[in-house]
Each structure stands twice: as C-alpha cells, then as structure tokens.
C-alpha cells in the first residue's frame, strides 16, 4: 500500500474550498496525474455519486470509477477502483482565518496484484506527484475565485 499526503493553506474561504472539490470532476484541474474525469451518476453531488476518471502516469494510462463515501462540510472522500488498485483520495478541511483554508489531501493506494512488488516503485511516484498537488490546487481554486 502507498500512502502519501500534504497539508497547505489556500486564500480562499472553506465552504467555497470543499464546494469545489467535492465535484472530483474537477480532479483534471488539479491532479496532475488526471487526464479526464467526468460524472456518470445523475443529479447532484451527494454520497454515491460516482466519477469516470482517466489517469495518466508516466507514460501508463489507467481508468478508475470514483464514489464519493465520505460527504462532510470538513471532510471528504472519494475512492476510487479498477482491476489493478483501490485508491483513497481524503481531503479534509479546517477554517484557518481571514478567507484561508487548510487542506489536508491524503491519498492512498492499495495494488490488488503484485504489491510487494510494485509499491516500491509506485511509493517515489506518488510522492513526486504529491509534492505538486498543494500548488495545482491552490492554483485551481484560485482560478475559480477571479
């Protein structure tokens, strides 16, 4: 299993943050590995909902369906699966003053087949890819707000 998370501060306000965020479709605008990801449950956002999302990693290009199982105003989840891995993104969410946010994002990855040997590899992967979600986040967020 490969866990990784980060924790940052953005200037936008909390209910706004997870607004946002809880629409995993908009993944494509911050994780760097999402190439599309789009809803295919109808009406609105609520747990059950789930996600298409195509993903790419160096060069290895994959499709999971994501639910969203946790719907909290400061605390979400989202897990995701396919043949190969179960993976869990948890965002969590606390007021931190003046309009800002700090987010917690802690994803985790379970490989169903050859984890022993594959988590390893995958483990400097997702840290290199964890290192750039606090800044394609705020980035996203900040986007939205002008």
């Not at 993944?27 to 599309?36: K, Q």
């Not at 396919?82 to 994002?105: E, Q, W």
């Not at 594959?118 to 967020?141: H, Y």
Request: hydrophobic share 35%; glycine share 6%; proline share 4%.
């Amino acid at each position: 299993m490969v866990n990784v998370s980060r924790t940052f501060t953005v200037d936008r306000p909390r209910d706004e943050v997870v607004t946002y965020l809880r629409d995993f479709a908009n993944a494509a605008e911050w994780d760097p590995g999402t190439v599309e990801c789009t809803q295919n449950t109808r009406g609105p956002i609520g747990l059950g909902t789930r996600w298409h999302n195509k993903s790419k990693l160096y060069g290895i290009s994959t499709e999971l369906t994501y639910e969203l199982t946790r719907d909290d105003p400061d605390h979400i989840v989202f897990t995701g699966s396919n043949k190969t891995a179960t993976t869990t993104d948890d965002l969590s969410f606390t007021d931190a003053g003046n309009g800002r946010t700090s987010i917690t994002y802690a994803a985790t990855v379970d490989f169903h087949r050859f984890g022993a040997i594959a988590e390893p590899i995958f483990g400097v992967i997702f840290n290199r890819l964890a290192d750039s979600v606090p800044k394609e986040m705020t980035k996203a967020l900040e986007r939205r707000s002008n």
